[in-house]
């Protein structure tokens, strides 16, 4: 067993643990702190993000309000880069009692906080969206804080003063002899090895698991573990701190927080701080309170929700006591005194703002205890830090713009560049891409790591490779482990666009990916467990149904008063929707000799996706989720055991037929398609996992990993989308021989930025192709000529003529070479997008991009469509068509949305779908699952002639089709389906418009 000696250990990486421990290492004792997790792990990493003034607590707390003020003063002194000095308002709105309003001002004089009246006039010229009934409005000097980056400055100052940091070293027993305890055992949670320290003095700094670790010690502490949630909206909507002017309560408090606002909190005793529920009368309650304040909160996109735990504590527990009454003054406890057993003091209690004092009170305690007097001084050195003053809102982006490292983003939500990420990697205490994410802000923007979580994994692989063992296996655990971890908070609030940028994070490591296909390590793992279902929550469930406020809902209906003007001629077929199923249909349409129009609000999934054909590559059934090898027996499976199935009534022949026509398409194109229904092509994907395709195109073939054939895997300097070495290690574990190389360009170096287009662009060109094989040849010529190795390269052939390319760089390097597909934009989809659009062109079509139907109008008794509009230049332009076919992409493509009141709607013609009933029953709780999230299921049921059918099976309108990922019955993410199904269904719908056409003809 590892053995550790110090003076002084410290439990708790928390706000309080860190905030002693840089104390104790000021005061000269030998310190070393342990923490369970990362830093932060705990509530200082959940909490609201607020400096209080103390104005909260003046009526009810006055203790914890005068406490809070006075740290106020401190930490803006010691730790100004941490705090953005945005102020606070207590605002009166209808909903608060006018009473309270002397109470709180004679509260804030006794406890020595300034306050001063806001006039009215002055509240919306600077907070705008502010609820226009606001009655009162008082200042107070509140601002917004960084926990993370403040318990970063503390952790390091210590060390720099020779303290010891242990994280994911969790203690599992007090050592103790003759009344005195002598240290702690720990379990080390990445190395999975017991780790013996010995002190002189523990202290129990562990938040709300205080009580836990006090009964490891064999004495009672009793903690009120006080759950709160908090929910990010996506923008600023307000730049101050407001409060609500009332006794402190749920949801009554909105802090703007670097990109974002914070709405929060409930508090709700829960028996296990571990053991966590984010409840949807929690949610809901957030979005009535946050309505209350700004009227419109509840439409806007919600980001993420999160829960942490308050450490109350009261000498004595009283059931039934609501949490709020409890206080949130700190207590110290001196377990000599209280409980006969000498060596251990716990701290607890407190808020984040008065974490120094409690630090303070603490030392002051440990210095009587060792017969020491060495003053405190954290009141008055402040932490070192790069920057002057407060924290400002633009710091991150001027920071960029001057060093201009915009094209080195590696998370461009929160503008964290391949510097930081890269420093954040290498440092000691780093073992995951979350501990990443709390140094640097990693994912936590708009998109939740939907770009990012690849990059960052992949210089996790890159920066370690060198220095640790199996560095592959910790890049995929790190970046499994981060997609989960984002899911986490992601899944209580997975409604509207949110949920639609979820969709498409989970195209790209699922679908695009294959994540799920990677090795990962045998050791202990640093995963975070996902909150628990509301029926498993350890908290009582409140049984408050609130009533939604008053919310018109846009119910699609058929308009009758459109004033509005018809644009070009009436088309035998109008085409909603620029994705794969449309244009498909479409291009069917046109090359036997109708009129066809294509409206398309963008491109769809084509310019996301690997630009294959997928059919149908993962088969969730009894036995748990399996590879399909062939997929022409396995849709014979699917008919039998899911007829929903659209695959199991498409039938066979509609897929063969489809692809069939797809691949003499591709021929006559110079963009051949290979492969068949019987087999799945094994290629290698973006971080070296396997995945199922059927059809492939020439430029991606040679990568098949049923070959043995040894892979030399091929990046480029400075091209953040793809990380050799990561991809050939995992390859490798494949049992395939592959190395990764990182090609220097000289003509490259001085670009800022490298993107997969530009690089596409560049590889057109034949200097730059006879540039790029001089640069392999001369780092791994003799590899490379020997003929042994084929040499892959991220999917950037060139967009037009991309066998030219090819089949140049395969001369000029003698080898055998294929792309795989990486992150969006992706350029075999490109391809693939322009082959059909010049189809549909040529053939006559028209496709007009930029458009979104806003609505339409149903002729001859509401049978048929007679027309759809959208707007442009405020007028309304009618599309007249014989038959229309609706291809706007499910829940991925925007054709479905899903409501935060659980409903899912169709957004063009409001069509019937089935979906399950009830936000509840949406989501597993896992991210990587091995069937479909229930909601990814939803969708049209149509007929065989691809027609929508109501929920009793009649035929709702005779002209209209639906294809694509619009069909309900299949989740073609998660089924590896998503080509094949657009394939086969636009097709189907182009037969069956072709079909009665030559019938009433
Ligand atoms: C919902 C909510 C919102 C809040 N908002 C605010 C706010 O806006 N402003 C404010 O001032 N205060 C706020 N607070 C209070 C504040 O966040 C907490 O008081 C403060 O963060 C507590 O810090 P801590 O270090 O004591 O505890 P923690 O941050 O919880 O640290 C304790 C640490 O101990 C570790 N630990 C536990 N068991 C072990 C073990 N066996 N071995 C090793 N380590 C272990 C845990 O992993 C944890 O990291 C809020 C609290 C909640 C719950």
């Given at each position: 067993m590892r053995k550790i000696d110090c003076e002084v250990l410290v439990i708790g990486g928390g706000a309080t643990g860190a905030g002693v421990l840089r104390d104790l290492a000021m005061r000269g004792f030998r310190a070393a702190l342990v923490e369970k997790?990362?830093?932060?792990?705990?509530?200082t990493g959940r909490y609201h993000g607020l400096l209080h003034s103390g104005g909260r607590y003046v009526v009810r707390d006055p203790v914890a309000a005068q406490e809070c003020m006075e740290e106020n003063r401190i930490i803006r002194r010691i730790l100004a880069h941490c705090i953005e000095d945005c102020g606070g308002w207590f605002v009166l709105t209808p909903?608060?009692?006018?009473?309270?309003v002397p109470q709180f001002l004679a509260g804030c004089r006794r406890a020595g906080i300034p306050v001063e009246e806001v006039p009215l006039q002055q509240i919306w010229h600077q907070e705008?969206?502010?609820?226009?009934?606001?009655?009162l409005c008082y200042r107070v000097p509140d601002a917004s804080a960084d926990s993370f980056a403040a318990t970063k400055a503390h952790i390091e100052d210590a060390q720099g003063r020779g303290a010891l940091v242990l994280n994911?070293?969790?203690?599992v027993a007090i050592i103790q002899h003759n009344g005195r305890v002598q240290g702690v055992r720990c379990y080390?949670?990445?190395?999975?090895e017991e780790v013996e320290i010995s002190a002189d003095l523990v202290v129990?700094?562990?938040?709300?698991w205080a009580g836990q670790i006090a009964a490891l010690a064999g004495v009672t502490v009793t903690i009120l573990p006080g759950k709160g949630i908090m929910l990010a909206v996506?923008?600023?909507?307000?730049n101050t701190v407001i409060n609500r002017l009332k006794l402190p309560s749920d949801g009554d408090i909105l802090v703007p927080a670097h990109t974002v606002a914070i709405i929060g909190t409930t508090d709700v005793r829960v028996e296990d701080p571990d053991r966590l529920a984010i409840e949807p009368w929690e949610v809901e309650l957030m979005l009535r309170e946050g309505e209350r304040l700004v009227p419109g909160f509840r439409s806007m996109r919600i980001l993420r929700a999160w829960a942490g735990v308050r450490p109350l504590y009261q000498e004595v527990a009283r059931a039934?006591?609501?949490?709020?009454?409890?206080?949130?003054a700190f207590v110290l406890l001196d377990h000599a005194e209280r409980?006969?057993?000498?060596g251990f003091l716990t701290i607890t209690g407190g808020k984040w703002t008065t974490f120094r004092r409690m630090a303070e009170v603490t030392v002051d305690a440990v210095c009587r205890k060792l017969n020491t007097n060495r003053p405190c001084r954290t009141h008055l050195e402040p932490l070192p830090t790069p920057t002057h003053g407060y924290h400002h809102l633009g710091a991150r982006l001027a920071q960029v713009e001057k060093e201009t490292t915009f094209g080195k983003l590696i998370c461009e939500c929160e503008l964290a560049t391949l510097e930081d990420v890269s420093h954040a990697i290498q440092?000691?205490?780093?073992?995951?891409l979350d501990d990443v994410r709390r140094e640097v802000?990693?994912?936590?923007?708009?998109?939740?790591?939907?770009?990012c979580s690849l990059r960052a994994a992949g210089l996790f692989h890159h920066l370690r490779c060198s220095v640790q063992e199996e560095a592959h296996l910790c890049a995929n655990q790190a970046l499994l482990d981060f997609l989960e971890e984002r899911w986490r908070g992601l899944r209580p609030i997975l409604w509207g666009d949110q949920l639609r940028q979820e969709r498409f994070n989970e195209l790209i490591y699922?679908?695009?990916?294959?994540?799920?296909q990677l090795p990962r390590p045998k050791g202990p793992l640093l995963t975070v467990e996902p909150y628990l279902s509301s029926a498993c929550s350890?908290?009582?469930?409140?049984?408050v149904a609130f009533s939604p406020e008053e919310k018109q809902k846009e119910e699609k209906t058929a308009d009758s008063t459109p004033p509005m003007i018809s644009v070009g001629d009436e088309m035998d077929v109008l085409v909603i929707g620029g994705g794969l199923a449309g244009l498909t249909t479409a291009w069917h349409l046109v090359r036997h000799g109708l009129r066809v129009r294509v409206i398309a609000k963008g491109w769809g999934a084509l310019y996301w996706h690997a630009g294959c054909v997928d059919v149908l590559g993962n088969l969730p059934n009894a036995q748990g989720s399996t590879e399909v090898i062939n997929p022409k027996e396995s849709i014979a499976w699917l008919k039998e055991h899911?007829?929903?199935?659209p695959y199991s009534w498409l039938g066979e022949s509609s897929l063969n037929e489809s692809l069939q026509a797809f691949q003499g398409l591709g021929r006559q194109n110079d963009y051949p398609f290979y492969g068949s229904l019987e087999h799945n092509w094994r290629l290698p994907t973006a971080v070296g996992a396997p995945r199922l395709t059927c059809l492939a195109p020439e430029t991606m073939?040679?990568?098949?990993?049923?070959?043995r054939q040894p892979m030399m895997i091929v990046g480029i300097d400075?091209?953040?989308?793809?990380?050799p070495n990561w991809v050939a290690d995992n390859i490798n574990a494949l049992g395939i021989p592959a190395c990764g190389v990182i090609l220097s360009l000289p003509a490259l170096q001085a670009r800022k930025s490298l993107t997969t287009l530009f690089l596409a662009q560049s590889f057109e060109q034949a200097a730059f192709r006879e540039m790029f094989a001089e640069a392999l040849l001369s780092q791994c010529g003799t590899q490379v000529t020997s003929g042994e190795w084929r040499i892959g390269l991220p999917a950037?052939?060139?967009?037009?003529?991309p066998l030219r390319v090819l089949r140049h760089l395969e001369e000029l390097l003698g080898a055998k070479v294929f792309e795989i597909p990486t992150l969006p934009p992706s350029i075999p989809g490109m391809r693939l997008h322009n082959l059909l659009l010049g189809a549909i062109r040529r053939n006559g079509g028209i496709v007009w991009e930029g458009m979104q139907v806003n609505g339409f109008l149903e002729g001859e008794g509401g049978r048929r469509i007679d027309l759809v509009w959208n707007e442009a230049a405020a007028r309304r332009r009618a599309h007249r068509a014989r038959y229309f076919v609706l291809a706007t992409g499910g829940l991925l493509g925007g054709g479905l949305v899903a409501n935060y009141e659980g409903t899912v709607q169709?957004?063009?013609?409001?069509l019937p779908l089935e979906y399950p009933a009830?936000?509840?029953?949406?989501?597993?709780?896992?991210?990587?699952?091995?069937?479909?999230?229930?909601?990814?299921?939803s969708g049209v049921r149509v007929n065989l002639d691809m027609q929508v059918l109501s929920s009793q099976g009649e035929l709702l309108y005779e002209n209209l089709r639906v294809v694509g990922t619009?069909?309900?019955?299949?989740d073609p993410l998660q089924e590896r389906s998503l080509e094949g199904l657009c394939l086969a269904s636009g097709y189907r719908a182009a037969m069956s418009i072709l079909a009665e056409e030559r019938a009433v003809r």
């Open positions: 997790g990362d830093l932060t792990h705990g509530t909903w608060d009692d006018p009473d309270y705008p969206y502010l609820n226009p009934h606001i009655s994911y070293h969790q203690v080390d949670r990445v190395k999975g129990n700094a562990a938040g709300a996506n923008h600023r909507v307000v039934g006591d609501d949490d709020r009454q409890v206080t949130r409980d006969g057993l000498e440092k000691d205490l780093t073992k995951t802000r990693l994912g936590m923007g708009p998109c939740q790591g939907g770009f699922r679908s695009l990916l294959n994540v799920e350890t908290g009582p469930d409140r049984g899911q007829p929903d199935h073939i040679a990568g098949d990993l049923t070959s400075g091209y953040l989308d793809f990380y950037i052939l060139g967009i037009d003529q169709e957004t063009v013609f409001g009830g936000r509840g029953n949406w989501f597993q709780e896992r991210f990587i699952t091995e069937s479909s999230h229930p909601l990814y299921l619009m069909l309900a019955g299949c």
